[in-house]
Each structure stands twice: as C-alpha cells, then as structure tokens.
C-alpha cells in the first residue's frame, strides 16, 4: 500500500512558475513508476509526465514539453513537478500516481494522490 500526498499548487500569473511535490509513504518507493497527472473542468484526467522506476522519465505530454520538469528523491520518497511558462490551459487539478510497474498513457496508476489545484490567471 502507498499513500501519497501532494502540496505546492495555488494561484500564479501566466508565465510564472510552480513547484509541485508528491510524499510517498512506503519503503519501495524507488521501485515504483510516479506520474503526474492533470484534469481540468469539463475535461478527462490526462497524464502529463512519468518518471519510471528505472529512473529514467519517459513521456512527457506534448502540451508541457520544454516546460515542465520531473524528478524524484527516493531518499525523501518524494517526486517533484517543476512547471515553468505556465500557461492559462494548465490550469487543472494535478494529481500524483505510483505504479509497480511501468506508466504509460494506457496504464491506470495501482495508487492516487488526493489532488492539488494549479490556477494559472492570464
């Protein structure tokens, strides 16, 4: 079991900058894939970025390429979510995600956060 709780949303002008963070409880926390995931009014969650347990990232979504940035600390059992350039379309509820296993657009995390909100005002 992993419990994970996000912090570091709120309210920023467009083009500022954010710094998400994710705490994982567990002490496997450096064999599960962590993701970032987004929803915003109206629309379908959407993954964003995915750090897998290889520690290698391997997808970023194309809306946030050369933007937004993830790490993880797996001393701290901590993922971060750097967003830079914010634009007023990433406004959403961001949401972090464990996996046991790999990530992709086609997997649904084994483990949620219970969400952050990111307003990006224009």
């Known amino acids: 079991q992993v419990q994970l709780v996000e912090s570091g949303g709120g309210l920023v002008q467009a083009g500022g900058s954010l710094r998400l963070s994710c705490a994982a409880s567990g002490r496997t926390f450096s064999s599960y894939s962590m993701g970032w995931f987004r929803q915003a009014p109206g629309k379908e969650r959407e993954l964003v970025v995915v750090n897998n347990w290889n520690g290698v990232s391997t997808y970023y979504a194309d809306s946030v390429k050369g933007r937004f940035t993830i790490s993880r600390d797996n001393a701290k059992n901590t993922v971060y979510l750097q967003m830079n350039s914010l634009k007023p379309e990433d406004t959403a509820v961001y949401y972090c995600?464990?996996?046991?296993?790999?990530?992709?657009?086609?997997?649904?995390?084994?483990?949620w956060g219970q969400g952050t909100q990111v307003t990006v005002s224009s």
């Open positions: 995600a464990a996996h046991p296993a790999l990530i992709t657009t086609a997997i649904k995390p084994n483990y």
